[in-house]
């Protein structure tokens, strides 16, 4: 399969089943705005849920939280948002296309796609201009006084400035962490690569906070936590691997960090970002707000600073990963099969039912099934079609398991389980079918 077919293939595929659309598409579409469709929902909710139970249900030391997408103006200058949160653009008077300035070298030139940006000879760059990356919008009823909100463009701040509010109310003691979910926005330069790097997305961010001098113990515990999470949902391992930034590459707020890279048709490009903060942004807040956000170490009776490790994954980002890990295409009596082999967990569909003719008592047997599966697992029935072509549908949108009502359930009270995988078929007696998928879609 050439590699960039395969982003081609999911792109429709994703469409055409209801993953991903557009967003606006009757007007166009907004550039690099996607909308989740009725499978899409499903698969994205499902990899939040891991996370969520992974990083907050699952430990004794990590609060969740759901803070504001709109918050006071001074956190954004508090952060180093308004003077840091940057990228230099360049444009072509030319071809009116953006570049980022230091991307050009990968870029390719709209005119002459062999070229990069500046080396044709039409092409007429302006020099770089630093580009702060918030989208800006206004707070109150009248555009001229009212006072300038930003979109959140990462839900870390949100964290932060709640730290003590939690830490109190959870009475949690350091070394603990507060994670959330949410949505945050970033008017970049050059998004793409379908939904790896959108306007608007979704992050799932820890904030770890832990006693100074412990930071670097703790960084290396959360990298190994969260490359574990990502094998655990079913990515092959080799298509893993770590990337270690550069002192040129840090975020003005990052010690040190890392990021996990996946290897996408498109080439190896972070999907997580582990970063240790040290106290760059209690330190910042603390002093821009006047409050004091110290610890009070009741055992050692000493007060500091917590010092922050962050473990930071796009919710998009990882169901791009996701398909494109599942994607494939296999050649089954001279017809191709198309699959998303998902880990059952994260599949949009867990069960399929689907009558075999639509007579015989086989729609209400199989109707009553569904009814009573739909109670435990998000279930699909299909009556349409042959038998052959329905499985096909269902192999499309990674559904794992597909049950068969047919000639001899009347006979004998059993149903057929068709695998997604290998396609190998059991009979299971209709009353042990629940307990029979309940085992194997954990
Ligand atoms: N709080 C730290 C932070 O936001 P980041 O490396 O800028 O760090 C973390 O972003 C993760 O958020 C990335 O690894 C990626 O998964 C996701 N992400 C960032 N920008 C994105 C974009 N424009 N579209 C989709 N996901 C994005």
């Not at 557009?22 to 007007?27: A, K, L, R, V």
């Not at 002459?112 to 800006?136: D, I, V, Y």
């Not at 494939?328 to 569909?349: K, N």
């Not at 069960?351 to 729609?363: Q, T």
Request: charged share 25%; aromatic share 10%.
């Amino acid at each position: 399969m050439a590699q960039t077919s395969v982003m081609d293939k999911l792109v429709s595929l994703c469409k055409r089943r209801g993953f991903v659309f557009q967003s606006s598409e009757i007007y166009g579409g907004l550039g690099s705005v996607w909308d989740y469709g009725p499978l899409g929902v499903e698969l994205k909710r499902n990899i939040k849920d891991r996370w969520w139970h992974a990083m907050v249900r699952a430990r004794d030391d990590i609060e969740g939280l759901d803070a504001a997408i709109l918050m006071h103006p001074k956190v954004w200058e508090a952060s180093g948002h308004v003077a840091g949160f940057t990228d230099p653009l360049v444009d072509c008077k030319t071809c009116k296309a953006r570049f980022r300035a230091d991307q050009i070298a990968e870029a390719a030139c709209p005119q002459k796609p062999s070229k990069h940006p500046g080396e044709h000879t039409t092409c007429a760059l302006t020099e770089p201009r630093m580009f702060n990356l918030m989208f800006k919008t206004v707070m109150g009823p009248v555009e001229e006084s009212g006072s300038v909100v930003y979109l959140r463009p990462e839900t870390a701040q949100g964290i932060y400035v709640n730290y003590l509010n939690v830490l109190q109310s959870s009475r949690q003691k350091i070394p603990f962490g507060i994670a959330q979910i949410g949505k945050a926005f970033r008017n970049e330069i050059t998004p793409g690569n379908f939904i790896f790097r959108t306007r608007e997305f979704e992050q799932m961010e820890m904030q770890f906070f832990v006693k100074p001098g412990e930071d670097a113990e703790w960084f290396e515990r959360w990298r190994a936590i969260r490359m574990a999470w990502h094998q655990e949902l079913g990515l092959k391992p080799e298509k893993l691997r770590w990337h270690q930034h550069a002192e040129s590459e840090l975020a003005h707020y990052a010690r040190a960090a890392y990021d996990i890279e996946y290897e996408f048709p498109f080439g190896w490009s972070e999907i997580e970002g582990v970063h240790n903060r040290g106290d760059f942004d209690l330190t910042n807040h603390q002093k821009a707000s006047g409050k004091k956000l110290e610890y009070f170490d009741q055992a050692a009776n000493t007060r500091y600073l917590p010092n922050i490790v962050e473990t930071s994954a796009g919710a998009d980002r990882i169901a791009l990963t996701v398909l494109v890990d599942a994607f494939r295409e296999e050649q089954v009596e001279g017809e191709t099969r198309t699959v998303l082999g998902f880990l059952p967990s994260v599949a949009p569909i867990k069960v399929a039912v689907l009558p075999l003719v639509n007579k015989d008592a086989m729609p209400e047997t199989a109707t009553a099934l569904f009814n009573d599966l739909r109670k435990s697992f998000a279930c699909f029935y299909d009556d349409g079609g042959a038998i052959g072509r329905r499985y096909r549908r269902q192999d499309e949108v990674g559904t794992p398991f597909c049950i068969t009502v047919d000639g001899q359930t009347a006979e004998d009270q059993s149903v057929t389980v068709r695998h997604r995988d290998s396609m190998a078929q059991d009979r299971v007696g209709v009353a042990n079918v629940a307990a029979y998928l309940a085992e194997r879609l954990q």
